[in-house]
C-alpha cells in the first residue's frame, strides 16, 4: 500500500492535561479528497486530537504523518506550513477588524506595508473559491454564519488542503447546515480532504465518506458511511448496544408548581432571546426543553430562578408570583437550578474551592453567626459523595482536581440536597460517558417519583424521548409547542427546533397553558399588573 | 526539532515547593552580594549588619526595634488590606493615595478636637475618620469598576497621584484657612499634633511598645479568620474564584465587591492614621511607598495571611537594616532595600513558575 | 508680551517631549496586549545609563544608543516573566519600576563624586542644543517656539508618527494588533506570538528609555540624592495611553496638552504679569493643582470612556490587554 493515498496519519497519538487522559493512543488517518467525519461524544476527545493537528495543543507523545512523511507540530504556524487549516468551534477572529484584514494577517506573502487594494484582492479570492463576503465589513458586526464562512475562506486562502470543522453545524440553522454541506462537498471536489467533527448522526450519515469514531479519548475504529447505520454508529460511539430504555415511571400528577405566561427576556446583547413563551410544569413530571444551542435556553433558565430581569410576563410559582424577587428568595422557595456551560466549570462551581466549601455555596449563609459552619459541610458533602459515588480523595480536595462527571454530580448533589420542589437542569450530562450519564438520569427520575417538577434541557433527542414525560420545543425563543413524549419522534421533534412546523397554536389553543391552573383568569390579569409596576421601577 | 512547549502541572509537592523558593532567595542574595561586591562592599558582613538592624554594639537597642516596628506596622496593615482585595482579582493598587487620605482625614481630627478631648477619644475619632475617607474611595473604585467595567489598576493609579499632590498643596501652602501647618515657621511646615493625638504605648524598659503594634497583630488575627472562617470571606473566595458562579448561587457580586474593596482600602487608611498618631505629624512622604511595597508583599506572601506576617517583618527589617546599615557604609543607601525587594519577587515570581509549569521537549517520544 | 508667549509655547514642547516617547513605548507595549506598569523603572534606567554612556563617549548618539538598548533589556525582563513565566503583570510592571528606581539611585550614588556633568562634555551638549528649522523657524511667535528646538524633540514626533504608520499601515502592525486584541486567533494563523510581544515590548521599552535620557539631558544631568529625574512621568505616560485612545498621533496631541498643564505650574505667573486683566487668575491657582490636573484629567477620561463604552464599544483599549496568553489553556 503506497502510504501517499493518506493525507494525514496519526499513530500512537496521547495528550494528557494534568491527571486527565484526553487522548489515549489513537490511530487515525485520513484520505486525499474524502470528507471524514469524526465521532464522538462530548469530552470523547475530538476536539483535542484535532487540535494537536493545528498545532494548538502538543501531543505528548506519538507521531503524525503528512502525505507519508514524519512531521513534528508543533504551533500552528507549522500547520499552516503542512496545509492544515481548522475552523475552530469558538471562531479565532478579531472582532475589531474587517473580514479582509483578519484574513490579511495570515497571509504569508502579505508584504510589509498593506496594500490599498486588499479589500479587492481579498474578494477575488473568496470568489475563487466560490464564496460572497464583504471584505470591509467588521467581523462584530457579522452573523455566525458569516463568520463561519468567514473563516472557512480564511483557510482556503492560506492553501490549506486539509480542512478541520470543529462542530460547525452547532450554531446553524437547518438552511445554513445544507449551504455548508454545499460547501464542503465543493471543496471536496476541489480536490481539499475535510474532516467534520460532530456528534449528529444525522449529519454524518449525510455529508461524511468515512466515520472515525473516538470514544472516551479512545480510538474505536473506521467505517465506510456507505456500509453502516446509525444504530452501528451509536454503538460504536457509546460502546455497548443502546437501547434508550429509560425508565419512565407514571407518577400521580399534581397540579401545576411553576407556570410560565408570556414571558419576554433579552439576551445580554438585548435582543430578545426569549420571546413570549408560556409553558408549565406539574410535580412529578419531567418537562423536557429541545432547541438548537443558543435559542433562548440559558436566558429561560437565568429568568425562572432570578438571575435575569425578565423583560414582561409572569411567573407563578403555586400560585405566587416570584418576578421580581431575587435569586436568594427564588431558591427558598424550591426553585433550583444547574446549569453545566460548555467548559463545564464557571457556572455553578468554584474550581479552587473544595467539594464541601461547593455543596454549601447556596445555603451557607443560612446558619446564624458570621462564621461558615465548616463541619455542617463537610458531613453534607460526604453524604453527597457517599450517595452520589463521587470519586474524589476527600471532601477538601478543590473541585478542579476532580473528572468531569464527578464534578457534574457535585453540582446536582448540591441542587438536589436543598429539596427543591421545581428542579431545573440544563445540559446536565454535558461531556459525561454513558454510564455517568445514566447515573444523571436516575437522579433525575428520582426526584420526579419524589414529587418534584424536573425541568431538563437537553441535547440528545433520544434521551430527551425517553426520560421525559413532556418536551416543549424552542427556536429562536419561541415556544414551537408542547408534545407528549411518547407521542413524538425525533424527526418532528427536529422539524419543531428549525422552525419548519409550530405546534404552539393548534385549533386556536395555544400551547402552554394549564387547564387547571393555580390561577383563575382574573388573577393572571392582577399578576400582569404586578409585572408591570415591577417593569416600571426597574 | 530541539523546541519546547509548556505544560501546567499542580502535583508539585510542597518540599519541592520550599526547595524553589530557596532556591530563589539564596539566588537573589547571591546577585545582591555581587552588587555589594562591586561597590567594594564585604556582602557577608553587610547582610549581618543588615539583618541585626544596628542591634549589635547600640547603647540604644530599644530605639532600634522601635523604628522597625514603625515600619512594619504600616506594612503589615497595608499588605493584609491588600491581600483582601486581591484574593478578588481587584487589582487595587491605590495603597499610596488611601494611605495618605487616611492620614490626612486623621490629621483633620487630630487638629481640630485634639485639643478638647481625651486621649483614646481622639486616637479612635482619627482612627474612624481614616478608616470611613480611604474607604469612601475603595467604595468609588470598586463601584465604577462593577457597574462600568472601568480598570481599577488605573484608577486606583491615578488616584495616587492625585493625593500625592493634595496633600503637598496642604503641605506647601501657607494660608489662614490652613490649620495643617505650624504658625510660629516662615517656611511652610506641618504642626506637631496635639499630645492626645499621639499614639501611646506600654513601657517596657526603656522600650515603648505602641499600641499601634498590639492593634497591628490582632488585625492580622482578625484577617486570617475573616478570610477563613466567616461568611465573608467565604464569598470573597467565591467571587474571586468564578463571579459566574457566584452570581449563579445567588451571591450578590455587586455588595461583596464594593464591601471588600472598601474594607480593603478603609485598612490601608487606618495605617495612614496610625503611622501619622505614632510620629505625631503628617509629611509629604508620609507613605514611605508602602502602597507599593505592599503589593510586593502580598504577592511574595502568595496571599496567605500567616505568610504575610513573616514576609512583611523580613522586608521590614531589610529596608531597616539597609537604614541602619548605610550609617557605616557610605556607598549605600535605602534603596539597596527596593533593590532587593524587587529582585526577592523576581526570583519568588521564577520559582513559581518552575512550581506551575514543567518544559517538555516538543516531539519527544515515549521510549517504545 | 509675545516673548511671554513664545516662552510659553516652547517650554511647553520642552515638558511634553519626554512623555510623547514614553507614551509612544507604552502605546506600543500595549497593544501588543501587555499592561507595563515600569514605564517609570524603564525610564530611570535608560536615563541614567544613556546619560553616562553619553557623557562617557561625549556623543548624544551613543548616549540614546545605549538608553534604548538597556531600556529594551529591561522590556526583555518584563517580557520573560510575564510572557515565558507566565507571571502577573501588573506585579511584574510594578517590580521593574521598584527596581528600575532603585537602579538609578544605586548608580548615581556610586558614583559619588565622579558624576559627570553635562557642561564638560562638549560635543553631546552640542548636539543637544537647539537646531533651527530652515525657514520655518522664521514664523513669527510659533516659529521659535515649534521649530527651534533640539534633534530629540524632533525625533520624537518623527517616531510618534512613523509608529502609527507602522500600526495602520503595514501587515506586520496589522498582526500586533491583532495579538493584542485575540492572541488565540493570532496563534492561529501561525503567527509567532512570542517573538512578537518579546520584540515590540523591548522596542517600545526602549523608546521609554530615550524619554528617560531626554529627561536627564533637560535637567542639565546634575544627579540628586533625593529626587529621580523621571519624577512620576512614567506614570502620566501610562495615563497618557488612555488619554490619546491608544493612538500615538493623539498621542502627539496629547503630551502637548499635558505638557501645557506642566508648563502652566511653572509659568503660571510670568502668564499672569503679562496678561493680568485676561489670565489674572492663573497666579491663585495653586501649582499643585496644575501638577495633579494630568491625573484628574486621565481619570475622567477613564471613567467617562468606560461608561461610553459599555453603551457603545467605544474605547480603542486593546481587548486582551494585561491577561497572559498560554496557548494550552482550556
Redesign the interface.
Known sequence: MAEADYAIELRDISKSFGSVAANKNINLNLKKGEILALLGENGSGKTTLMNMLSGIYTPDSGSIFIDGEEVVISSPDDAGKHGIGMVHQHFKLVERFTAADNIWIGKKDSGFFLKKNRYKEIEDIASRFGFDIEPAKKVANMSVSEKQTLEIVKVLCYGAKVIILDEPTAVLTIQETQKLFDVCRRMKESGHSIIIITHKLNEVMEISDRVAVLRKGEYVGTVETSATNEMELTELMVGRKVDLKINRSVMEKTKPLLEVRDLCVNSDEGSLAVDNMSFYIRGGEILGVAGIAGSGQKELCEAVVGLRKAKSGKIIHKGQNVIGKNPKEISALGIAMSFIPEDRLGMGLAPSLSVADNIILKDYSDTKGPLVDRKRARKEASDIVKMLDIVTPSVDTPVRRLSGGNVQKVLLGREIKSDPNVLITAYPVRGLDINSSYMIYDILNEQKQKGVGVLFIGEDLDVMIALCDKIMVMCHGKLQGVVHASKTSKEELGLMMTGAISLADVGGKKAGIAKDSAFTEEEWEEAADLGDIREGDS | MNRFHLIRRSDVSIWKKLLYYLIGIVFSLLLGGVFLKSLGINPLRYYRDMATIGLIGNYYPAKSVEGLLKLFVPLLITSLALSLSFKMRFWNIGGEGEFITGAIFAAIVAFKLGDSLPGPVVILLMCIAAFISAGVIGFLTAHLRVRFNTNETLVTLMINYIMLYIIKYIGETKADWNFFLRTDSERPMFAKFPDAAIMKGIKIGSFNLLYSVIIALLIAVVVYIYLRSTKHGYEVAVVGDSVNTAKYSGINVYFITVRTVFLSAAMIGLAGAFTAASSGTISTDITNNVGWTGVIVAWLSKLSTPVICIVSLLISVLQYGCQAASASYSQIDHNFADLMQGIFLFAILAADFAVNFKVVRTGSKKDA | MLDVITLFLFNIVIYSIPLLYATCGEIMVEKSGS?N?GVEGTMAIGAVFGFLAGCKADSLLVGVLVSFVVSAVVGS?FSL?TIT????Q???G??????G???Y??VG??L?ANWPYLRDCVRLNKSFSQIELPGLSRIPVIGKAFFSHNILVYAAVVIAILIWVYF????????L??IG??P?????????IVRYKYLHIMFGSGIMGIGGLYMGLNMGGTFE?SNCWIN?YG?IA??LV?FANWSTTHAIIGTFVFGFFNTLRVYNMPLATAFPNSLGWLSKI?A??F??LP??V??LV??IS??RS?KT?GSNSP?AI?VNY?????
Request: proline share 1%; charged share 15%.
Open positions: 499592561l506598569l525582563i516573566f513565566l507566565q507571571a502577573n501588573n506585579v511584574t510594578l517590580t521593574i519600576t521598584t527596581i528606581v532603585a537602579v539611585f544605586f550614588n556610586a559619588g495602520e499601515k503595514t501587515s506586520t502592525g496589522l498582526k494588533r491583532a486584541e485575540n488565540g486567533a493570532a496563534d492561529s494563523l501561525g503567527i509567532d540624592g512620576g506614570w501610562i495615563a488612555i495653586p499643585q493643582f501638577s495633579a491625573f484628574i486621565t481619570l477613564l471613567i468606560s461608561i459599555k464599544g481587548t494585561g498560554y496557548r494550552e489553556d482550556r
